[in-house]
């Protein structure tokens, strides 16, 4: 598992709590509307569920839905697990939907045998699947999450974005997943990548984020919409006007 448990708490009324897991070091998030005791998990990845199972213990939450920001492996791996522990669904977007149960048609057949490795019995999907497509918000857990489709690095991401009416210094969370990174982007050389989505992304539905959203990314730090749009070298013109080629870092 990976290490660094990062210290929970409230950010403007909801619980936050994140770890890093499995040997990617994807960021596993748990969120919890204020004065409520259930929760969502966001990425359950490699290795996450003994994590989740025991802040969830910890802090005595009720878990209510895993929601995936894509289909990748190191995002989604313990789904299974974590919904079948506690009988919840898990949402993702339908073009991701078949890498819950065949992770190698999203890294290419070179992790093949690495993946087999790491999982000689194979995947499962969660009994209980839902969908993003069609809606333009979820509620779920007393939050209510503005859903983006932003396809480029696979072709089911989807940012996540948590509002708060009025507030500061922070007025949204978005959980980027594999989208935008604090100073990077997703790689989009692996099956279900595309260079122009992800350009379209963006300079679309990315950098119309407000400059006081909070970032929350599936891999690093987090950091704010303000920082990115100010440093991030794949938010400049410069990039976004460039030939295709394979871009990001993770």
Not at 67 to 91: F, M, N, Q, R, S
Not at 178 to 188: C, E, M, P, Y
Not at 200 to 225: K, R
């Amino acid at each position: 598992m990976g290490a660094g448990r990062r210290p929970s708490g409230r950010l403007l009324g909801v619980f936050v709590a994140s770890f890093v897991t499995g040997p990617w070091q994807a960021n596993c998030y748990l969120l919890a509307a204020d004065g409520s005791d259930d929760v969502v998990i966001v990425d359950p990845g490699m290795d996450a569920a003994p994590t989740v199972f025991a802040a969830v213990a910890e802090h005595g939450l009720k878990p209510v839905a895993v929601l995936a920001t894509h289909g990748h492996l190191d995002h989604v791996a313990d789904a299974v697990k974590v919904c079948a522990e506690y009988g919840i669904p898990c949402w993702i977007h339908s073009a991701d939907r078949h890498l819950l149960a065949d992770p190698i048609a999203g890294l290419g057949s070179d992790s093949a045998e690495l993946v087999h490795q790491l999982y000689p019995d194979g995947f499962t999907q969660p009994d209980e699947v839902r969908l993003y497509d069609g809606l333009d918000t979820l509620s779920v857990a007393g939050m209510e999450f503005t859903l983006v489709h932003a396809p480029g690095h696979t072709q089911g991401c989807v940012l996540l974005m948590l509002a708060y009416p009025g507030g500061k210094p922070v007025s949204h969370l978005v959980l980027s997943g594999d989208v935008l990174f604090a100073g990077s982007i997703g790689r989009t050389d692996l099956p279900g990548g595309d260079i122009q989505q992800m350009r379209q992304t963006l300079a679309g539905p990315v950098l119309a984020l407000p400059d006081s959203a909070g970032i929350l990314p599936g891999h690093g730090q987090q950091t704010s919409m303000a920082a990115e749009r100010a440093n991030n070298p794949y938010l400049s013109q410069a990039f976004l006007g460039r030939p295709a080629a394979a871009a990001g870092e993770r």
